[in-house]
């Protein structure tokens, strides 16, 4: 079965990691940042040798993000989007296919557990299943 594990965060994040530390989020410094992308690029490693890894990526800042919508016409109306106000949005993702919700969870929880700075916050991962059509409930 798929689940598609995200990783939260929100601007102040990135900014962190860029160095740029606010209250709530201390300022990363290279070697933790190191530390980060090190214990991220174990997990994919793991998941590729294992056959569970589907896909994955990092997402660039959520100020780079827009919503899309369409007129009437069908052209597409983009906008900046709520980002500013927004609690925490999608940071990064896998796709897994592994046997079970637990497998998955697992999974989540070793992502969960990469390092970060002392006080950075450090924000759920959401397991959700694919959808394979009916009768493929958790």
Known sequence: ???LLMVLGKQA???AMAGKGSEG????TEQQRKAMF??????????AESGEWVDGQGLAEPRQARFVTAA???TPVVSDGP???AKEVLAGYWIVDVPN???AAEIAARAHACPAPEGAPNHPVVVHP????PGTEM
Do not use: I, T
């Open 13 to 15: 994040d990135y900014d």
């Open 72 to 74: 009437a016409d069908g």
């Open 130 to 133: 694919v959808d394979q059509g």
């Open 38 to 47: 090190d214990h991220m690029g174990s997990l994919n490693d793991d998941l």
């Open 83 to 85: 980002y500013g106000e």
């Open 25 to 28: 989020s201390p300022a990363w």
């Open 1 to 3: 079965m798929k689940y």
């Open 101 to 103: 919700f637990e497998r």
